[in-house]
């Protein structure tokens, strides 16, 4: 990983098989959401198959749920 954005020691603990890596449901919908405003054009595949990808990737999607009062 050669971004600049992210910490080498991120990357390499994103890249590192021993870790488990986690990714909020909510990513999925705001990829979406970016592609209807047309503000990442070309990632619509992305935005159809972020399940699909995360499961090629073995990141763990992490729900999200409302709290109870």
Request: hydrophobic share 50%; proline share 6%; net charge neutral.
């Amino acid at each position: 990983m050669k971004d600049r954005r992210l910490p080498r020691e991120t990357a390499l603990a994103i890249v590192d098989t021993a870790n488990t890596v986690f990714v909020s449901s909510i990513c999925g919908l705001e990829i979406a959401t970016r592609v209807i405003l047309g503000k990442l054009p070309g990632a619509e595949w992305i935005a159809r198959a972020f399940v699909t990808l995360c499961a090629d990737f073995d990141v763990i999607e992490l729900p999200v749920n409302t709290p109870m009062r």
